[in-house]
């Protein structure tokens, strides 16, 4: 294994198996890649333990609920706010499912999902509702060309990508 935070090969093989397989055990995991299972069960530990792989949920599509509608909202705050409570405010809203702070023009950037335009409207109007929130501006993502990902990163972090 690597040190700091970096990751071999063997790591991210074992992350594409768990990417590709999330219900798959340690022991079919040691298995596929000719290792031990005690070689698995500690590099996954180091794994987690760093962070690395945060956990085995499911990966839910918001459109499959009913909710096919995604917009990524800027937020502008009043600084006296702070991220934080706003970050907070904002998890109180099911349909918004990520929130980061970013620099440039806005401060935070959200990505919110709802059932229909009408919905979203609804939505954004209980954002700006929320107490620090002085302007919003809001982009509807037409089609996703390249869903969430990370295997491409963990390969290039282990060194295994071509570089392309």
């Known amino acids: 294994m690597t040190s700091g935070t970096g990751i071999d090969a063997l790591d991210a093989k074992l992350i594409g198996l768990l990417e590709a397989e999330p219900r798959i ?5 040691a298995r596929r890649l000719g290792v031990a299972r005690g070689t698995v069960q500690a590099r996954l530990d180091k794994l987690m333990a760093r962070g690395v792989v945060r956990g085995f949920g499911p990966r ?39 929130a980061h702070t970013v620099t440039g023009a806005g401060d935070m950037l959200c990505r919110i999902v709802a059932r229909t335009n009408a919905e979203l409207q609804g939505v954004i109007d ?17 089609a996703e060309q390249i869903p969430h990902r990370t295997l491409p990163l963990v390969d290039e972090a282990a060194g295994l990508s071509g570089g392309s």
């Open 25 to 29: 055990g340690v022991l079919e995991c």
């Open 60 to 98: 839910v599509d918001p459109a499959a609920l009913g909710y096919p509608v995604t917009a990524f909202v800027t937020l502008e705050l009043r600084q006296a706010v702070g991220h934080g409570p706003m970050a907070q405010r904002l998890a109180r809203i099911p349909e918004v499912l990520e």
């Open 126 to 142: 209980r954002v700006l509702a929320s107490e620090g929130v002085l302007r919003a501006t809001t982009v509807i993502a037409l």
